[in-house]
């Protein structure tokens, strides 16, 4: 059984909360050289469409300068991944996409790395307003002093580092982790431990989108209100305002994809 406290304790004694998200979540730096993360981005990004058979072995050895070990071995985890399935006298095949291991960190951050940023920060955002607001309403209920301190603790550092994009984002991203992980529940705790680079990528947009003063400086105070009524032990008035908070940050994120575009155009 997985302890929340244990992770908690991982994540602030990590040099960055999000060092190993903003890896997985920047399209610009690499992942890494190995035939795992080639072959892998290779699929999510439609060089070997699902459905599709992979060249022989013989093709793929030399595509990609390794050894059949090396290629059998990123294979087995591939298909640990759900990614794709060996069939006798039929070959290597890559398989549906609704077979993939999402919460898989690797294959998570290489539809981060490949694929646009909206369709991702949507899907995500639809499964926090799942998640999050009535987690914050179960949080205000049961919620111990030492809970309160670090959720408070992670939003003083929000205020303290605002102007200070990757300080505010990790901030943000423990003030949100420590109120799934103050429910007690172990698989919202392993959840949200599992999804925290796309977390990561997607608070960097709905910041950016927020990068106005006056917007960042209400988002900041929703983050307040928030807290506020989570001290206040009002379960539904913390499940209003998470809610409220979500939807904003949505518009935020929207904002941030459409001026990216523009400029692109």
């Given at each position: 059984m997985?302890?929340?406290?244990n992770?908690?304790?991982?994540i602030?004694?990590?040099?960055?909360?999000?060092?190993?998200?903003?890896?997985?979540a920047?399209?610009?730096?690499?992942?890494?050289?190995?035939i795992?993360?080639?072959?892998?981005?290779?699929?999510?990004?439609?060089t070997?469409?699902?459905?599709?058979?992979l060249?022989?072995?013989a093709?793929m050895?030399k595509?990609?300068?390794v050894?059949?070990t090396?290629l059998r071995?990123?294979?087995?985890k591939?298909t640990?991944k759900?990614m794709?399935?060996?069939?006798?006298k039929?070959?290597t095949?890559?398989?549906?996409p609704t077979?993939?291991?999402?919460?898989?960190?690797?294959?998570?951050?290489?539809?981060l790395?490949?694929k646009?940023?909206?369709?991702?920060a949507m899907?995500l955002?639809?499964?926090?307003?799942m998640?999050e607001?009535?987690a914050?309403?179960?949080?205000?209920?049961?919620?111990?002093e030492?809970?309160?301190?670090?959720?408070?603790?992670?939003?003083?550092?929000?205020?303290v580092?605002?102007m200070n994009?990757t300080?505010?984002?990790?901030?943000?991203?423990?003030?949100h982790l420590?109120i799934?992980?103050?429910t007690?529940?172990?698989?919202i705790?392993?959840?949200?431990?599992?999804?925290h680079?796309?977390?990561?990528?997607?608070?960097?947009l709905?910041w950016?989108?927020?990068d106005?003063?006056?917007?960042?400086d209400?988002?900041?105070k929703?983050?307040g209100?928030v807290?506020e009524?989570?001290?206040?032990r009002?379960?539904?008035?913390a499940?209003?305002?998470?809610?409220k908070?979500?939807?904003?940050?949505?518009?935020?994120?929207?904002?941030?994809?459409?001026?990216s575009?523009?400029?692109k155009?």
């Amino acid at each position: 059984m997985i302890n929340p406290n244990n992770q908690q304790k991982k994540i602030d004694t990590d040099t960055s909360v999000s060092e190993r998200a903003y890896l997985l979540a920047d399209p610009n730096i690499s992942a890494g050289s190995s035939i795992l993360h080639k072959l892998g981005r290779e699929i999510v990004r439609g060089t070997f469409p699902p459905e599709s058979r992979l060249p022989d072995e013989a093709t793929m050895l030399k595509r990609y300068a390794v050894s059949r070990t090396v290629l059998r071995e990123a294979y087995s985890k591939l298909t640990a991944k759900g990614m794709i399935v060996a069939r006798p006298k039929v070959g290597t095949s890559v398989r549906p996409p609704t077979f993939w291991n999402m919460l898989d960190p690797e294959v998570l951050g290489w539809h981060l790395q490949t694929k646009p940023p909206d369709g991702i920060a949507m899907d995500l955002y639809a499964l926090r307003r799942m998640v999050e607001p009535p987690a914050a309403a179960l949080t205000a209920e049961i919620h111990n002093e030492e809970e309160l301190r670090k959720i408070e603790d992670a939003f003083r550092d929000m205020s303290v580092k605002a102007m200070n994009e990757t300080e505010l984002i990790e901030a943000d991203l423990r003030f949100h982790l420590q109120i799934l992980f103050a429910t007690r529940n172990h698989f919202i705790g392993a959840f949200s431990a599992l999804i925290h680079a796309a977390m990561v990528s997607t608070f960097r947009l709905s910041w950016r989108g927020a990068d106005v003063a006056t917007i960042k400086d209400e988002r900041l105070k929703q983050h307040g209100d928030v807290l506020e009524a989570i001290r206040a032990r009002d379960p539904e008035l913390a499940r209003e305002r998470m809610a409220k908070l979500l939807e904003d940050s949505i518009q935020d994120v929207n904002e941030a994809l459409t001026a990216s575009l523009a400029q692109k155009s």
